[in-house]
C-alpha cells in the first residue's frame, strides 16, 4: 500500500495567518492527491483534487501543489471557519489511502 | 444536492456481522460515473477507505475477507456488511460519491457518519 504522511499532526494559528500543511507519499503518485476538510460532526469536504485543482465553490484561499511526492495544502489568510482537520488521499494505486490527518487549532 | 446518510446498529458485538446502510438522496445511485463508497475512521486515527461499489465491488485487502457490499436501485441505497468483527473495527463509518472511473479518483460527496462500536 501506498503510505502518505501527513505533517504536522496539529497546528496552531490565528485568523488571517497563511498555513501550509504537508503530505509525502512514500512512492510516486503523479498527481493524484486529494484534500478534504472535516470539521466536528460535518461530512469530510472535498477541497482540492488532482493535487492543485479547486473543488467548485471552494474559497480561493485554498491552494494545493506539488513538487515529486510531496503534496502541500496552503491556506492564505486563515478564516474562522477554516479550523477543522485536512485530510489527503492518493488514489494512484488501490487502495486508496488517506494521510493520518492535520487538525487547525485557533491560537 | 446530493444528500447521503447512513443508518444501522450503534452497537455490535465481537464474531457478528456489521450491516450499515446509506440512502441516497436528491440523486440517481444508477450511475456510469460514479461508484458508492464505504470510509472508515477510527477514534483518533485518519481515513480509510473500505470499499466501492458499482456494477463491480472494489475492496480494499484489508478487509476483503470479511466485507460484502450491496446496492438496491430500487430504494436508492448501498450496503455494508463485514463480518467477524472485532474491537479493531470500531470507527465512524461514512459512505460517500466515489469518482472512479478517470483519475483522480476521489470522493465528493458524504454522510455524515455513524459510530460503530464493537463490545460485548
Request: glycine share 8%; aromatic share 10%.
Amino acid at each position: 500500500d501506498i503510505q502518505m504522511t501527513q505533517s504536522p499532526a496539529s497546528l496552531s494559528a490565528s485568523v488571517g495567518d497563511r498555513v501550509t500543511i504537508t503530505c509525502r507519499a512514500s512512492q510516486t503518485i503523479s498527481s493524484y492527491l486529494n484534500w478534504y476538510q472535516q470539521k466536528p460532526g460535518k461530512a469530510p469536504k472535498l477541497l482540492i483534487y488532482g493535487a492543485s485543482n479547486l473543488q467548485s465553490g471552494v474559497p480561493s484561499r485554498f491552494s494545493g501543489s506539488r513538487s515529486g511526492t510531496v503534496f502541500t495544502l496552503t491556506i492564505n489568510s486563515l478564516q474562522v471557519e477554516d479550523f477543522a482537520t485536512y485530510h489527503c488521499q492518493q488514489s494512484y494505486n488501490s487502495p486508496l489511502t488517506f494521510g493520518g490527518g492535520t487538525k487547525v487549532e485557533i491560537k | 444536492q446530493l444528500h447521503l446518510q447512513e443508518s444501522g446498529p450503534g452497537l455490535v458485538r465481537p464474531s457478528e456481522t456489521l450491516s450499515l446502510t446509506c440512502n441516497v438522496s436528491g440523486g440517481s445511485i444508477i450511475s456510469e460515473t460514479y461508484y458508492w463508497a464505504w470510509i472508515r475512521q477510527p477514534p483518533g486515527k485518519g481515513l480509510e477507505w473500505i470499499g466501492s461499489i458499482s456494477g463491480n465491488t472494489y475492496y480494499n485487502p484489508s478487509v476483503k475477507s470479511r466485507v460484502a457490499m450491496s446496492v438496491d436501485l430500487s430504494k436508492n441505497h448501498f450496503s455494508l456488511k463485514l463480518r467477524s468483527v472485532t474491537a479493531a473495527d470500531t470507527a465512524v463509518y461514512f459512505c460517500a460519491r466515489h469518482r472512479a472511473t478517470r483519475q483522480p479518483e476521489f470522493f465528493d460527496f458524504w454522510g455524515l457518519g455513524t459510530l460503530v462500536t464493537v463490545s460485548a
